[in-house]
Nanobody, 123 residues
Framework: QVQLVESGGGLMQAGGSLRLSCAAS????????MGWYRQAPGKQRESVAN???????TYADSVKGRFTISSDNAKNTVYLQMNSLKPEDTAVYYC?????????????????WGQGTLVTVSS
């Protein structure tokens, strides 16, 4: 079963930087898209950034120019470099992956979420 393990959250002052990491493991699979979502208190979960296996990236308007998503396909790992952090970036950040799982009875697509990592930005 594919699982995601996140790391790198924490407390940072406004203007600072943090780097999140997320590694996928478990089974025989191929990642198609990995990304980061966030959920602030009292708000809905929103997409922050995504990257396809071919390297195509998308960003929420609120983080463009400040956040950079990258990946190491050989390690099934995605990173989110967050610069110029703002208090409104405070949220639980979740890693997400779409994947193709290879099995003896056939292949199937699936998706998985990480457990979330808290990012707190103080003013």
């Amino acid at each position: 079963q594919v699982q995601l393990v996140e790391s790198g959250g924490g407390l940072m002052q406004a203007g600072g930087s943090l780097r999140l990491s997320c590694a996928a493991s478990g089974g025989f699979f191929s990642i198609t898209v990995m990304g980061w979502y966030r959920q602030a208190p009292g708000k809905q979960r929103e997409s922050v950034a995504n990257i396809t296996v071919s390297g195509t990236t998308t960003y929420a308007d609120s983080v463009k120019g400040r956040f950079t998503i990258s990946s190491d396909n050989a390690k099934n790992t995605v990173y989110l470099q967050m610069n110029s952090l703002k208090p409104e970036d405070t949220a639980v950040y979740y890693c997400h992956a779409d994947f193709l799982l290879f099995g003896s009875l056939g292949n199937k697509y699936g998706e998985v979420w990480g457990q979330g990592t808290l990012v707190t930005v103080s003013s």
